[in-house]
């Protein structure tokens, strides 16, 4: 019979694990709701969230309405603009109510212009690397030979391969 109930065994789910901190962090940032950082990419859907990320709740004076900042590349700005109502409708769904009443486009983050050069798009594969050299897979092989494991030599002989072919590494 598990101890702590459930079948967890004592572990904890990492969500729980961070979702202080987490709610901590993002209403310092105004969201009241940090389901709208962390489920950004299911409340606007692929398009959209492939395009911004959400920045800033801000709220007027008489805390009615909100505007949502977005960040954004500077070539997407254009694309984005067209597809404000679209997004504020998709955030205010997942609210439940009218909460965003504007949505504010920057193409910068608020720390600096460093952080704010993101590229939204999915990582692109890097070209493959060209084969090793004789002399490199001699070398990683060389460091294997003192390992009784098999299990554990064939990882050290591919961590050797792949730290001696890169060549930021040399």
């Known amino acids: 019979m598990p101890r702590h109930g459930g079948t967890t065994k004592g572990f904890k789910r990492t969500s729980t694990l961070i979702e202080q901190r987490v709610r901590s962090a993002s209403s310092s940032r105004g969201f009241a709701e940090s389901r709208l950082l962390t489920h950004w990419h299911d409340i606007v859907g692929a398009d959209l969230a492939a395009l911004a990320r959400p920045v800033d709740v801000s709220y007027g004076r008489g805390g009615m309405g909100a505007t949502l900042t977005v960040l954004t590349t500077g070539p997407q700005a254009p694309f984005l603009e067209m597809q404000k109502e ?6 205010n769904a997942a609210y439940g109510y009218n909460a965003i009443k504007r949505v504010r486009i920057t193409q910068t983050a608020p720390v600096g212009f460093e952080s704010g050069a993101v590229d939204f ?45 890169n060549p930021k590494a040399r």
């Open 86 to 91: 679209a997004l504020r409708t998709r955030v």
């Open 121 to 165: 798009a999915r990582a692109r594969p890097a070209a493959a690397a060209p084969p090793p050299s004789p002399e490199t897979r001699a070398k990683a092989s060389a460091a294997r030979s003192s390992v009784a494991d098999s299990g554990l030599a064939d990882a050290l002989e591919r961590l050797a391969l792949n730290v001696l072919s």
